[in-house]
């Protein structure tokens, strides 16, 4: 197999020589979506280029896995297709594409355990300098470079122990007092990821303790772009820049007000995956087995160690009038 990387080209001549040289950033343009690209209406086929980083070659594994999907559905009939009632003349195809992914299944499963051996090295190096506590910690989670005083903050990078808590937070069970965990929960997949992190949230708390969750308030987001709420979203651009692409008088577009809710894509990225209302959250909290689950505001948490919403950029959002953009849960074992 070749070394070189499976990069994006056009598929059509005109185009590709068009797009070699990237167009000048404007404010329309984010990093992570342009709602305006006309490269966005271009099939692109996928070539091997030389040149690449491990997390590009591994968005490559699942850009091509995502086509060979689209082939088998249709060639092969996959299980997918057949789940769904539909009959069709598919015939295997002129190869067996079996014994190719179970090698390549095979590689990838080999590199995981070896990164997971360099992770639990990477993670128990961090404890033994940290020597943690037994009991009466207090976590920050997605501390997000803004670290709270006394408490152990966690993020994958610039914290006390950088991890991804995806692995699972390696802290005691029943060892925090409180967790504070603001602006994280919508980076993490609603269907396994998220109900994952917040019953871990709950092994580590001892009985009574308190986490409080800040997430964005999707009811509000949603009910303004309803309601064309533009005094709203004149105050949201203040702190979330909106590009004149997502912008219709004066107010988000929809495909804005998706995006906030989790509707790109859902794995090699680090953006929002989901976006809750308090009756959602409360469910999926309650459902991870906490006892009590309540409505907060900014800085109004009932438990006073937990009024700590200053701490970061993004709780503090707020419209004209004192309102924020977030929502306030606290949670109970």
């Known amino acids: 197999m070749s070394s070189?990387?499976?990069?994006?080209?056009?598929?059509?001549?005109?185009?590709?020589?068009?797009?070699?040289?990237?167009?000048?950033?404007?404010?329309?343009?984010?990093?992570?979506?342009?709602?305006?690209?006309?490269?966005?209406?271009?099939?692109?086929?996928?070539?091997?280029?030389?040149?690449?980083?491990?997390?590009?070659r591994l968005r490559n594994i699942v850009r091509i896995s995502d086509?060979?999907?689209?082939?088998?559905?249709?060639?092969?009939?996959?299980?997918?297709?057949r789940d769904r009632g539909w009959v069709t003349d598919a015939t295997s195809p002129m190869i067996d594409p079996?014994?190719?992914?179970?090698?390549?299944?095979?590689?990838?499963?080999?590199?995981?355990?070896?990164?997971?051996?360099?992770?639990?090295?990477?993670?128990?190096?961090q404890l033994a300098r940290l020597g943690l506590a037994a009991k009466?910690?207090?976590?920050?989670?997605?501390?997000?470079?803004?670290?709270?005083?006394?408490?152990?903050?966690?993020?994958?990078?610039?914290?006390?122990?950088?991890?991804?808590v995806n692995w699972g937070l390696p802290i005691p069970d029943e060892s925090v007092t409180h967790v504070y965990c603001a602006h994280l929960l919508e980076h993490l997949r609603y269907r396994d990821q998220a109900p994952v992190?917040?019953?871990?949230?709950?092994?580590?708390?001892?009985?009574?303790?308190?986490?409080?969750?800040?997430?964005?308030?999707?009811?509000?987001l949603?009910?303004?772009?309803?309601?064309?709420?533009?005094?709203?979203?004149?105050?949201?651009?203040?702190?979330?820049?909106?590009g004149k692409g997502f912008e219709a008088d004066g107010t988000a577009r929809l495909d804005y007000v998706l995006l906030f809710s989790g509707a790109g894509p859902q794995t090699m990225t680090l953006n929002h995956k989901f976006g809750y209302d308090f009756e959602l959250l409360s469910s999926l909290l309650a459902q991870a087995g906490f006892s009590k689950i309540e409505q907060s505001s900014y800085q109004s948490s009932r438990v006073e160690a937990l009024r700590v919403d200053d701490v970061g950029y993004n709780a503090g959002a707020c419209d004209h009038d004192g309102n924020h953009f977030s929502l306030f849960v606290d949670a109970t074992k």
Do not use: C
């Open 222 to 242: 949603a009910l303004a772009y309803a309601t064309k709420n533009r005094a709203f979203f004149e105050a949201r651009r203040q702190y979330y820049r909106v």
């Open 67 to 81: 086509r060979i999907f689209d082939d088998l559905t249709v060639l092969e009939g996959s299980s997918e297709a």
């Open 98 to 125: 079996f014994p190719m992914l179970q090698e390549i299944e095979r590689a990838l499963f080999q590199l995981h355990a070896e990164l997971r051996l360099k992770r639990e090295s990477h993670v128990s190096g």
């Open 136 to 164: 009466g910690m207090k976590l920050h989670i997605g501390s997000a470079g803004h670290p709270l005083h006394d408490w152990l903050n966690i993020d994958i990078a610039n914290a006390d122990l950088n991890v991804n």
């Open 4 to 56: 070189g990387r499976v990069a994006w080209r056009s598929i059509d001549d005109q185009a590709e020589r068009a797009t070699n040289r990237p167009p000048a950033p404007s404010d329309d343009d984010w990093s992570w979506v342009n709602p305006e690209g006309a490269g966005r209406f271009v099939r692109r086929e996928l070539q091997v280029d030389s040149e690449s980083s491990s997390i590009e």
């Open 197 to 220: 992190f917040v019953r871990d949230v709950l092994r580590v708390l001892e009985r009574g303790g308190t986490a409080r969750f800040v997430v964005p308030d999707l009811r509000q």
